[in-house]
Structure formats: structure tokens, C-alpha cells
């Protein structure tokens, strides 16, 4: 339960603490959902692999750049967190 709440804590506190990124982050799944539409309305049958392919291209793109595969394990993120206030 405590890894639970740390982590709903970290997303309360994420939006303050890295407003572009958060605002990054909203515009483009926005974007993708535009896209989506857009291509749904049009009648071509791509856009549920478009939509896919949107969501998971940037969790590909951050594990590739370093993203540790251990990220949501709360101990070594409760870790990571209090060295980063040193």
C-alpha cells in the first residue's frame, strides 16, 4: 500500500514540479487522438495501429534513451527521490 500512495503522490506532484513536460506529454497524446480521429473519419482502417503505435512509441523511445526497467519498483524509486533532494 505505502508503494500505492508514493506513487499517486509522485503523480500530484508531477504537474507542478515539470509543467512543460506535463504539458508536453498531454499535447501529444492529444495529438495522437486527433490523428485517430481524423483517420477514422476518413474511413481508412490503420487508425487503431496508428493509435497503438502512437501510445507505445514514446515508452520505446525512453527505455531506449535509458529509462531503468526497474522504474516502478517504489523502493528504488523512493531512492532515486531522496538522493535527488541532496
Known amino acids: 500500500m505505502k508503494g500505492v500512495l508514493f506513487f ?3 503523480i500530484f506532484r508531477w ?8 504539458l508536453i506529454l498531454h ?3 492529444l495529438g495522437i487522438y ?7 473519419k476518413i474511413g481508412l482502417e490503420i487508425s487503431n495501429l496508428v493509435f497503438t503505435v502512437g501510445l507505445m512509441a514514446p515508452i520505446g523511445y525512453l527505455i531506449y ?12 524509486a523512493i531512492k532515486r ?6
Open 34 to 40: 486527433g490523428i485517430t480521429f481524423l483517420l477514422r
Open 65 to 76: 534513451k535509458g529509462l531503468p526497467l526497474d522504474c516502478l519498483d517504489y523502493k528504488s
Open 15 to 22: 504537474p507542478v514540479q515539470n509543467t512543460k513536460e506535463f
Open 81 to 86: 527521490e531522496l538522493s535527488s533532494l541532496n
Open 27 to 29: 499535447v501529444y497524446l
Open 8 to 10: 499517486l503522490g509522485s
